[in-house]
């Protein structure tokens, strides 16, 4: 008996020893831990990284502001000086064919909620895609029926040698309704010109999957302009005649935000071509 107290004390400091052996890496595990967080917590907090492995951004409608009945293209075309052009829609309606540089296409009316956009976390890996705009316009089911047909419209008439001058929206919207602003006109050519001087008649096609329209809206008594996207698939054919001259291109389908009306045109004649002496 007199022994117990020496062997209680012998295993007490033996437990404490080990106590005192785990205690720094327990100060270890817990700042490491912290730090490991804080790392994979930076990719959301800073929102540049294009992946976050813990929470990452998204973009949600946050609040309907606005709706109304708007026509907008479902189809716009231009056609070059002196040649001829014809312009294909996914939409019911959308047929357009013009000649010796006239512009123009069909309206179509459609129903557009506007929305306010807000940025939220989400839990869980994924890609981080923030709001990179206040609002957004949401095209529904198109109207045609509001007036019983498409509205055809002509934005610049024949014997238009360029469309840089072509007007940034259609003619007045039929009844009570708006029409939305287009830009369909020429603003730089982005691609080789095209000529036939010396030459045959040469042919283009070129196609696109949207038109991108800007719509007024109002929110809080305040007039709002938006972009609104169309997904219209459009599909165009160009011929330019024998002998007759030069066509700069714009292509108005390329890229996201482009207008979407396919070819944009600025002509100039040959030395010797049929047309050196029209105005």
Request: glycine letters at 12%; aromatic letters at 10%; a neutral charge.
């Amino acid at each position: 008996m007199a022994g117990s107290p020496t062997v209680r004390i012998e295993i007490d400091a033996f437990t404490e020893g080990r106590r005192g052996r785990l205690r720094p890496w327990k100060w270890l595990v817990v700042p490491t831990l912290v730090g490991a967080a804080i790392l994979l917590m930076v990719p959301t907090v800073l929102g540049a990284a294009p992946w976050a492995p813990i929470l990452h951004w998204g973009c949600e409608r946050a609040m309907l502001e606005d709706e109304r009945s708007i026509f907008v293209p479902e189809v716009l075309g231009n056609s070059p000086f002196g040649g001829w052009a014809w312009a294909n829609s996914s939409t019911s309606g959308g047929h357009w064919a013009g000649s010796d540089g006239a512009a123009g296409g069909s309206l179509l009316l459609l129903n557009v909620e506007l929305y306010r956009m807000h940025n939220v976390t989400l839990g869980g890996p994924g890609s981080n895609h923030r709001c990179n705009a206040r609002y957004a316009a949401i095209p529904l089911a198109p109207s045609p029926a509001a007036l019983g047909s498409t509205q055809p419209f002509e934005t610049l008439p024949g014997g238009s040698r360029t469309d840089a001058a072509e007007p940034g929206a259609p003619l007045p919207a039929p009844a009570s309704y708006e029409a939305a602003t287009f830009h369909n006109g020429l603003q730089a050519p982005n691609l080789p010109p095209i000529s036939t001087c010396g030459r045959g008649s040469a042919s283009l096609t070129v196609s696109s999957v949207r038109i991108t329209v800007d719509a007024t809206f109002q929110v809080q008594g305040h007039a709002v302009e938006v972009a609104v996207v169309l997904l219209f698939s459009e599909h165009f054919h160009y011929v330019f005649p024998a002998d007759f001259g030069v066509w700069s291109l714009q292509n108005l389908a390329a890229g996201f935000g482009a207008p979407g009306g396919g070819y944009a045109f600025s002509y100039a004649g040959c030395a010797t071509s049929p047309a050196a002496g029209r105005k």
